[in-house]
């Protein structure tokens, strides 16, 4: 650790002492979690406004990086990063319209391009409980008076858990015209089936609904472009690798062919849970816009986890159109 290092770590922890405000809550209820931070209490320090000549004063961001603004539904370790002014030993973010709490992390060593500013950069968790649709970061630097200077904004953007091919952040994007979409209450290994009108398993090893028999080698790009295919979007928690979205749906670009699907929710594994509640959801697109025209539930108990085997429980037969 060089001097600079050891003078805004022990800089940033004199900041934390000499203020007040340090949350106990562990950050599960804010919309974000910063890697490495210290939550604190109430809104994010700092002005909105820059100073009359334009040029901000005091401790101040230089450039931030944060790359795709499009963020996916139950994100995990995004890259956040940039540069702040020499004077800065921490860097503060929220989440706007949440005032609350923030988050606190140290800033990093010295830039070697951007001389006299200093890096910092840290993983960012984005939170289930995050609406969907346009969002904004804040983001503010602090130097070691606990001085916070002018508050800087990331336009961001949130997919909904129910995949609408980006539809939500990219008005050129098409919704679906059918989803059908299973979600669970717990984390465990939860499987969404279909057995399509020809009788092919739609599985994650068959995750397509196209009755094109493929031979072991997949589907050209053209069957699996395809708008009446039907495509499995996702494995959520396969094989207890857990990652919280505890959603998985088969989404059609067009009207499914005609016929009678039926839909299939097996507890494949239980990943040490007791036991789960799913609800299946059907959307159809209806004038540009995603209507649920179906819902059942039902839960399962750990004991009757299966592995691979079987289809598991039928939870509804649809027969489109």
Request: hydrophobic share 35%; aromatic share 8%; glycine share 10%.
């Amino acid at each position: 650790m060089n001097l600079r290092t050891t003078f805004l770590v022990s800089a940033f922890f004199g900041f934390l002492a000499a203020c007040d405000g340090a949350s106990s809550d562990p950050g599960v209820s804010h919309p974000i979690i910063v890697h490495g931070a210290q939550l604190r209490d109430g809104p994010l320090p700092g002005s909105r406004t820059s100073s009359e000549a334009g040029v901000d004063e005091g401790p101040s961001i230089v450039v931030i990086e944060f790359g795709d603004a499009t963020i996916r539904y139950g994100q995990t370790a995004r890259s956040f990063g940039g540069r702040a002014s020499g004077d800065v030993v921490a860097i503060g973010v929220g989440f706007a319209g949440y005032d609350d709490s923030h988050w606190v992390f140290p800033v990093g060593n010295p830039d070697a391009v951007l001389v006299g500013s200093y890096k910092f950069d840290a993983k960012i968790d984005f939170g289930t409980n995050i609406p969907s649709g346009p969002q904004r970061l804040e983001v503010v630097a602090i130097d070691a008076e606990g001085n916070a200077g002018r508050i800087f904004s990331v336009s961001i953007c949130v997919l909904p858990d129910v995949p609408d091919n980006g539809a939500t952040c990219d008005p050129n994007a098409a919704l679906p015209d059918t989803i059908v979409s299973l979600v669970w209450s717990t984390d465990v290994d939860l499987d969404l089936i279909a057995v399509t009108p020809e009788g092919k398993v739609v599985s994650l090893k068959h995750p397509n609904t196209s009755s094109v028999l493929d031979g072991g080698f997949g589907l050209t790009p053209a069957q699996l472009a395809d708008p009446s295919n039907g495509r499995l979007t996702r494995d959520s928690n396969r094989d207890c690798v857990i990652d919280s979205v505890r959603r998985e749906s088969i989404v059609f670009d067009g009207p499914p062919p005609p016929g009678t699907y039926r839909f299939y929710a097996r507890l494949t594994r239980a990943c040490s849970q007791l036991s789960t509640q799913y609800i299946f959801e059907t959307y159809r697109n209806d004038a540009g816009a995603l209507v649920r025209a179906d819902r059942v539930s039902g839960d399962y108990l750990s004991m009757q986890a299966s592995g691979t085997a079987g289809l598991g429980t039928l939870i509804s037969e649809i027969t489109f159109p």
